[in-house]
């Protein structure tokens, strides 16, 4: 009997132990490529996307949360919690690196900042990620370099969904990835995510685990299974102007934008519907655009999914935006630098969403994507810099609910280690950390008030922008006379440019520009 005892206490003691060893939350980060802020359905969109909308039905949606502007930038400051320049990444990545010196604009991730993943880590975390990283090209700084355990993904920026492009690199680990036969990107993505879940939850270690899900998609080029492309087909013979009135109209209904907030006129580079020229083939590119999407979303219930059933959903902490608004290049003359001749000769005959196709939707389906705001990725205007934010945590967020207090995306890496109980280190491995800039998400999320940023702002190639409060001066030129100025509270869809008639806001505005340029070495 008393044998019997002591083996319960025993069992009771271990049981006991990995309770308090898992009550710290997993967390998911999930960043997708080149969306537009109205692409999926809990954000006005006709796209379908129920794992995302099931997540935001259960959690907090917010309307005024902005990214970096672009790929490289973007994932910098999620990662490191810092502006893009403050973690060497204000333009994009390069090849020509030099680890001797640093710079704002190095094309590397900083040695003078921590990522997400090394203070996880260091916390206790078993860390994974899966997706595009294209936040340094060389080995020294791959996602195993900076801190985490398991990596599958995309080294590179773009590639096709099908095949490894030349110049591209794909690995496992540290080693490169062996493309199997039937692959598509964006399911290898979810695959190992899944994967990545069931190695933290069945390990004899319990710990919590952090991974980092970056899809491709629905970046160019513009690449669908057959199947979720058909599913559209026909749908956008609408077109993008009556599209656009449509997503305007719902998000309106849902409360995500402030009456004031008017559509923006069609882009005037852009012809109207009627005059449009081989309305299919327009049909045929936006009906892959959105099967990418919903492939996506598919992935992500996949790992929800796998989260129910290892017991971990309602303790973890799952975050998803996008890296900037809606893309309006063009690939005319990309695909001839990116592809094999043969290739290139094969792109031309082979229709959108297809294996050996290299389209991009352009400038017409972009403009809808960014519904209600003006222009695309890269610039400042809040068509290039507002995303979605949905976070679901069932620990913290008891009740569902939208909020339109403004964040940044440098503030989910504090937001991460608020939740994780873990502190940002001032020195790791033995070099003067960068303190964060960005400041946590949990005030809002457990339905407070957060004490503002006094402001934010942005560069990238020569597009400039600063926000306080309801204020935002922007510039999409290099020109030091372009600044334009705009009551976001009451024009968030920045039509109403205040610059002439209220000289001294400008200018004090521009001040505090001009001082943080100078801090973060923007140029």
């Given amino acids: 009997m008393k044998i019997k005892l002591t083996g319960c206490v025993l069992v009771l003691c271990f049981a006991l132990n990995a309770f308090a060893q898992t009550t710290k939350p997993n967390i998911i980060l999930i960043m997708v490529d080149d969306m537009g802020y109205s692409d999926i359905g809990c954000y006005g969109s006709e796209i379908n996307t129920p794992n995302l909308d099931n997540l935001a039905a259960g959690g907090v949606k917010f309307t005024q949360f902005y990214n970096?502007?672009?790929?490289?930038?973007?994932?910098?400051?999620?990662l490191t919690g810092v502006y893009p320049q403050q973690a060497g990444m204000g333009g994009m990545v390069t090849k020509d690196v030099d680890h001797s010196r640093e710079t704002p604009y190095q094309g590397w991730l900083s040695r003078e900042t921590v990522t997400v993943a090394e203070v996880l880590k260091s916390a206790g975390y078993r860390t994974y990620m899966s997706g595009k990283w294209h936040v340094g090209e060389e080995r020294p700084d791959w996602p195993l370099q900076r801190g985490f355990d398991k990596y599958f993904g995309l080294i590179s920026g773009a590639n096709s969904y099908y095949r490894l492009l030349p110049g591209r690199l794909m690995l496992e680990d540290n080693e490169p990835y062996e493309i199997p036969e039937n692959f598509y990107l964006t399911d290898a993505i979810s695959d190992y995510a899944v994967r990545y879940i069931d190695d933290a939850t069945q390990s004899t270690r319990k710990?919590?685990?952090?991974?980092?899900?970056?899809y491709t998609a629905p970046h160019w080029p513009i690449h669908a299974p057959d199947e979720e492309t058909a599913k559209y087909r026909g749908k956008y013979m609408k077109g993008w102007d009556q599209l656009r009135k449509d997503r305007y109209a719902r998000q309106q209904k849902m409360g995500l934008l402030p009456k004031s907030a008017v559509l923006t006129d069609r882009d005037d580079r852009i012809p109207a519907w009627e005059e449009a020229k081989n309305k299919d083939d327009w049909d045929l590119k936006m009906s892959a655009y959105a099967g990418m999407i919903t492939r996506l979303d598919a992935g992500i219930g996949r790992i929800v999914d796998k989260l129910k059933a290892t017991g971990q959903l309602d303790n973890t902490l799952i975050m998803f935006l996008s890296d900037n608004g809606a893309c309006a290049e063009v690939l005319t003359g990309r695909a001839k630098r990116d592809l094999e001749a043969e290739a290139y000769e094969r792109s031309l005959v082979t229709p959108t969403g297809q294996k050996w196709s290299y389209d991009a939707y352009g400038m017409e389906w972009a403009n809808l994507g960014n519904t209600?705001?003006?222009?695309?990725?890269?610039?400042?205007?809040?068509?290039?810099?507002?995303?979605?934010?949905?976070?679901?945590?069932?620990?913290?967020?008891?009740?569902?609910?939208?909020?339109?207090?403004?964040?940044?995306?440098?503030?989910?890496?504090?937001?991460?280690?608020?939740?994780?109980?873990?502190t940002h280190p001032t020195t790791f491995d033995g070099r003067t950390m960068k303190p964060m800039e960005g400041k946590s998400?949990?005030?809002?999320?457990?339905?407070?008030?957060?004490?503002?940023?006094?402001?934010?702002?942005?560069?990238?190639?020569?597009?400039?922008?600063?926000?306080?409060?309801?204020?935002?001066?922007?510039?999409?030129?290099?020109?030091?006379?372009?600044?334009?100025?705009?009551?976001?509270?009451?024009?968030?869809?920045?039509?109403?440019?205040?610059?002439?008639?209220?000289?001294?806001?400008?200018?004090?505005?521009?001040?505090?520009?001009?001082?943080?340029?100078?801090?973060?070495?923007?140029?």
């Fill in 207 to 214: 710990d919590p685990f952090f991974m980092y899900v970056a």
């Fill in 68 to 78: 970096a502007a672009r790929c490289c930038p973007s994932r910098a400051s999620l």
């Fill in 441 to 523: 998400l949990v005030p809002i999320l457990a339905g407070k008030s957060r004490k503002p940023h006094d402001f934010i702002a942005w560069e990238h190639f020569g597009c400039r922008a600063v926000r306080q409060g309801d204020w935002k001066l922007v510039s999409s030129k290099i020109d030091d006379n372009d600044w334009e100025l705009y009551n976001v509270a009451k024009d968030r869809s920045e039509t109403n440019d205040l610059a002439q008639t209220m000289p001294g806001k400008m200018k004090e505005m521009l001040v505090l520009y001009e001082g943080w340029a100078k801090k973060v070495g923007a140029k």
């Fill in 372 to 422: 209600p705001f003006r222009l695309y990725k890269q610039y400042t205007h809040e068509g290039g810099i507002s995303t979605p934010l949905i976070v679901h945590y069932p620990k913290l967020v008891k009740k569902a609910f939208q909020t339109d207090q403004v964040g940044h995306i440098m503030d989910l890496m504090p937001t991460c280690l608020e939740v994780a109980g873990a």
